[in-house]
């Protein structure tokens, strides 16, 4: 499996849907952001995709991390790809100037995170927490922590990591135990214990600067005592050179189903000298800052997989040989004929190809208004966030369960050949399966999302989005090529908003209800924001057929699968719509005991 750039589907959703270089010109720090700079990256991003990352995809699979007496040793090319990595500038892309970034837009870099991960996932987590880490510390920190940090974060000479949960709490940060001791100094004394942390040890890099949750004595229980903290794993002189080892140690790296050439370590904090990030006790909104970055970059994530899936299973499909088609001999000199002649294979295919073009079109439509929140003002950064706020949670869960879904089908479309390690397919699978976990789970996506994001805020965020639609339905209703698309977009938005209002009344009776509903309420909003967008593609698709352009055939490929998702795949909420009517008691009414009769 040689992955391929997508670079005229990106160039078609970046410019052609969503008018990056118009969007830039309305956030000042951004105007130098124009095509030909975008296009010119997007080139060089591809070319190193191709030709440095995807080549150790499967190579650093199979030997993974090495793992001894606390050092992690990365697989063969890592470093080499990473060095090229740093000097081709992506580490400093949306970085601030001032210390030595380039001050380019976070969707810029969500682009190229998506080539760099499609090639090689594994390889991509390396630099992809430095870039919240990065963050956070340019939001939070001290001008003496960005002086301090920065620059060679961003240059990448250094890389950061975000150390949150621990072995009893998972996802429940409310309990960890990691504590903070305050020194005289200034500093404070970090000791505790962090798991799952990934890229937390490795030999890329000089030093690595960990992001630490940790609590302060006599905090208060739960979220509201959290505080942040700064933990480099080796401290930094005054002059900004490398003084000695911290009291940070990998005690060990996890035996993985997939991603294993990512160092997934548990981290030991022994009595290590940390710096206080932030105020006190507000470390888990200063980490909302590293957490919606990172929870974009796993958006990315069910987009890559889905990518990959599909160019592998095309090139399968078009060139294995398997029975005849039911409707005629399509390659009479062939023994058999090709199995993309078969509609079960197509539809495997054109599901693997809706969710990859249609999820790169929501994983750049959210990161456009990330780079409002970053660099906006005004109404349009209140705007933005709440529609960051509305949208991560549905990109996160949605793109990732249905990345695995189309991980699968391209396991399936090589039959037995996907089973096996040497076309990739299997690999897809495994590196996959993680995006439904990290960065909180499904199920807690879609809690935050029908809970928090819907009902917490009395429906706003979500009238924020239903208004934007409603007003693309209404500007063409009255066209006839647009009327397959547009009539059933309108009929899900209203449906959405029912949907909405009947869970609301369920929970008034039961507060479980909004528990039972959440995941199928997630899948239904997945589905129907896809479906916007994919209208969305498709009339700028037959605009450009109207126009006569010399690109039918992509173009009118664009159309045909805008048909598919509409015929074949926005059917689905049905089943979620139903599941939700039947409310809550068909899971709670069995007792604990009865689970095992």
Known sequence: MQYKAPLRDIQFVMHELLDSESHYKTLPAFQEADRELMDS?????????????????????????QFNNGQVTTPKGFKEAYKAYCELGFPALSAEEDFGGQNMPFSLSTVINEMVGTANWSFSMYPGLSHGAIQTIEHHGTDEQKQTYLEKMVSGEWSGTMCLTEAHAGSDLGIIRTKAEPKEDGSYSITGQKIFISAGEHD???????????RLPGAPAGTKGISLFIVPKVTVNEDGSLAENNNVVCGSIEHKMGIKASATCVMNFDGATGYLIGPENRGLQCMFTFMNVARIGTAVQGLTAAEYAFQGSLTYAKDRLAMRSLSGVKAPEKVADPIIVHPAVRNMLLTEKAFAEGGRALVYYLSHFADTVAKGEGDALKFADQMLSLLTPIAKAFLTETGLEAANHGVQVYGGHGFISEWGMEQNVRDTRIACLYEGTT??????????KVLGSQGKLLANFVKIIQTFCEEN?????MGQFIRPLAKHLK???????????QATENPDAVGGAAVDYMYFSGYVTLAYLWARMALVAQTELANGTSEQAFYDAKVKTAQFYFAKLLPRTTTHVQRISTGVEPYMSMDVDQFAF
């Open 41 to 65: 990256l997007f080139e060089m991003a591809a070319s190193f995709a191709e030709n440095e990352l995807s080549p150790l995809n499967q190579s650093g699979d199979a030997e993974g991390c």
């Open 204 to 214: 890329l890099t000089d030093n690595i600067i960990h992001i630490v949750l940790a």
């Open 443 to 452: 199920e807690i996506q879609a809690l935050d999302l029908l809970g928090r």
């Open 477 to 481: 209703k009255e066209n006839d090529e």
């Open 495 to 505: 449906e959405w908003g029912d949907l909405t209002a009947r869970i609301g009344m």
